[in-house]
């Protein structure tokens, strides 16, 4: 199995920046392509960006584009978050996700299996 650890949430201002990172340990042989979501209070989970096993395959939500930049190391199985420019509506429980499709990281959340325990971003205005 493979356990995933966000970490680097915290509380910013608008407009400013925040990184956070997602390390997978335990099997991770396996191929997998790596996606963030957040969660705000008493809406839907919802996803932010995904990245392939390479790299070479990116998506965005419309809601983050230009703003929010995913990249991964997978020599050290960690896969990273960078957010500018955040807005208040930015605030969240921030997770991530692996599975062998970026297909179903972008577009199928409810089929995806494995999650990490989510770092909260509060961005004040």
């Given at each position: ?58 998506n965005y939500g419309e809601s983050v584009k230009g703003r929010l930049t995913i990249s991964r190391d997978n020599t050290k199985n960690t896969v990273y978050l960078q957010m ?42």
């Amino acid at each position: 199995q493979v356990q995933l650890v966000e970490s680097g949430g915290g509380l910013v201002q608008a407009g400013g920046s925040l990184s956070l990172s997602c390390a997978a340990s335990g099997r991770t042989s396996r191929n997998y392509a790596m996606g963030w979501f957040r969660q705000a209070p008493g809406k839907e989970r919802e996803f932010v960006a995904a990245i392939s096993w390479r790299g070479g395959i990116i998506n965005y939500g419309e809601s983050v584009k230009g703003r929010l930049t995913i990249s991964r190391d997978n020599t050290k199985n960690t896969v990273y978050l960078q957010m500018n420019s955040l807005k208040p509506e930015d605030t969240a429980v921030y997770y991530c996700a692996a599975d062998e499709s970026i297909g179903v990281l972008t577009s199928n959340l409810r089929y995806l299996e494995l999650w990490g325990q989510g770092t909260l971003v509060t961005v004040s205005s």
